[in-house]
Each structure stands twice: as C-alpha cells, then as structure tokens.
C-alpha cells in the first residue's frame, strides 16, 4: 500500500503557473504508474495526465498538452504536475493516484487507479 499527499495548489492568476506535487509513502514508489485527476464543482473526477513508473512514458488529456507537464523523482518519491498558462476552466481540486496493475504503462482510467490523495485545491482567477 502506498500513502498519497499532494501539495502545492493555491490562488493564481490566469496565465500563471503553479507546481504540484504528490508525496508517496509506504510500498516501493518506483513499482507504480501514477496520475493526476482533477474535479470541478459539481462535475466527475476526470484525467490530466500519466506517468509509467520509470518515467518513458507519459499521457495527457487534450486540454492540457502544451501547457501541463507531469514528471516524477523516484530518489525523492514524489510526482509533479507543472502547470502553465492557467484558466479559469483548470479550477479544480487536484488528485494524485497510484497505479499498481500497469506500472510500466499511463493508464488513463480512474478505475485503473488503486490509491488516492486527498487532493489540492487549484483556483484560478480571472
């Protein structure tokens, strides 16, 4: 089992930036593919991006490619999400998830995801 805590969310201003990270803890990090999700207001948890366990392969929705990027430093057990460009339709609370079924793959499905964070809160204003 792994423990999950993301940080790093906050108040920024359309077109900025923000880093997020997901702390792991627990069972070897490096045996699982990771992702972040992200849930608006009243809307389902849906995929940004994925990351296989040695970081070759990564998958991102549309909305995000070109300005989200996800990356992971198994040394320090922690996953990122850099986000640029932000707007007000990335407003969301931010999820980290563990996967341990196809850790050498980016599963993109939240079914595919074993373990969760207790998510970051991201606003952006406009």
């Known amino acids: 089992q792994v423990q999950l805590v993301e940080s790093g969310g906050g108040l920024v201003q359309a077109g900025g930036s923000l880093r997020l990270s997901c702390a792991a803890s627990?069972?070897?990090?490096?045996?699982?593919?990771m992702g972040w999700f992200r849930q608006a207001p009243g809307k389902e948890r849906n995929f940004i991006a994925s990351?296989?366990?040695?970081?070759?392969?990564?998958s991102y929705t549309d909305s995000v490619k070109g300005r989200f990027t996800i990356s992971r430093d198994n040394a320090k057990n922690t996953l990122y999400l850099h986000m640029n460009d932000l707007n007000a339709e990335d407003t969301a609370v931010y999820y980290c998830a563990a996967n341990s079924a196809r850790p050498d793959y980016a599963p993109v499905l939240i079914y595919e995801y074993d373990y969760w964070g207790q998510g970051t809160q991201v606003t952006v204003s406009s």
């Open positions: 627990g069972r070897t990090y490096s045996g699982y593919a």
């Open positions: 990351i296989s366990r040695r970081g070759d392969r990564t």
